[in-house]
């Protein structure tokens, strides 16, 4: 079955600290990626995606991602956190091949609090 | 921004009544989406739609129904609301089947 995992149900760092958040998942082929981000009371916001190519990928809010496909696993890394970065972060995929079936599966989320 | 609006943007409705959320787009894309979100399931699809009159159920389609009669305009309704439908509900479109989704502000909705 497709699923994404996001390992870390909540991370903390400290302001200035660098950042990785997990995110493997399980598909029949080499999915599209995709890394959201949410604050509080808001939706999703799309940081970066993956379709093909270059498997590090430039985000917005200086985030970046790196696929690797022997490690079916799409993390997202920032150099250095700000506090207003402290959100949840979605991993999603979605087929290649959809068909008529456009959906994205996500992960559950991991939270993100930014220490002072 | 995409031009997503969600309406109403809060709903408190009672047991066993239909409620009807609405998803509005200035995007003119093909593909339309609901998903509930509760905390420790992510974000999972109930419908979605790839045309005018073309919906077809998601993970948790169960008491949930959709109609889309016109490219812009996806609602959802609750046919006789539960306690367990209290979520927050997105709406995302799409351009392209399986590419980056848009998603709207969200409808919390809370069924007492």
């Known amino acids: 079955a497709q699923s994404v995992t996001q390992p870390d149900i909540h991370i903390t760092v400290s302001e200035g600290a660098s950042l990785e958040l997990r995110c493997n998942y399980s598909?029949?082929?080499?999915?599209?990626l995709f890394w959201y981000v949410q604050s509080p009371g808001q939706g999703l916001q799309l940081l970066l995606k993956?379709?093909?190519?270059?498997?590090l990928v430039q985000g917005i809010k200086g985030f970046e991602a790196e696929f690797k496909r022997s490690q079916s696993s799409f993390n997202l890394r920032k150099p250095s956190v700000h506090w207003s970065d402290a959100a949840e972060y979605f991993c999603?995929?979605?087929?290649?091949?959809?068909?008529?079936?456009?959906?994205?599966?996500f992960g559950k989320g991991t939270k993100l609090s930014v220490k002072p | 921004d995409a031009g997503i609006t969600q309406s109403p943007r809060h709903k408190v409705t009672e047991t066993g009544t239909p409620v009807t959320l609405r998803c509005h787009q200035t995007?003119?894309?093909?593909?339309m989406y609901w998903y509930r979100q509760d905390p420790g399931h992510g974000l999972r699809l109930i419908h979605y739609?790839?045309?005018?009159?073309?919906?077809d159920k998601g993970e948790v389609s169960d008491g949930y129904s959709v109609s889309r009669s016109k490219t812009e305009d996806f609602l959802l309704t609750l046919e006789s609301a539960t306690s367990s439908q209290t979520s927050v509900y997105f709406c995302?479109?799409?351009?392209?089947?399986?590419?980056?989704?848009?998603f709207g502000q969200g409808t919390r909705l809370t069924v007492v």
């Open positions: 995302a479109i799409s351009a392209k089947v399986n590419t980056e989704a848009f």
């Open positions: 993956y379709f093909s190519g270059d498997t």
């Open positions: 999603a995929v979605g087929a290649r091949n959809g068909g008529s079936q456009g959906n994205l599966i």
């Open positions: 598909y029949g082929a080499t999915p599209y």
């Open positions: 739609s790839y045309g005018v009159k073309d919906t």
């Open positions: 995007e003119n894309h093909r593909y």
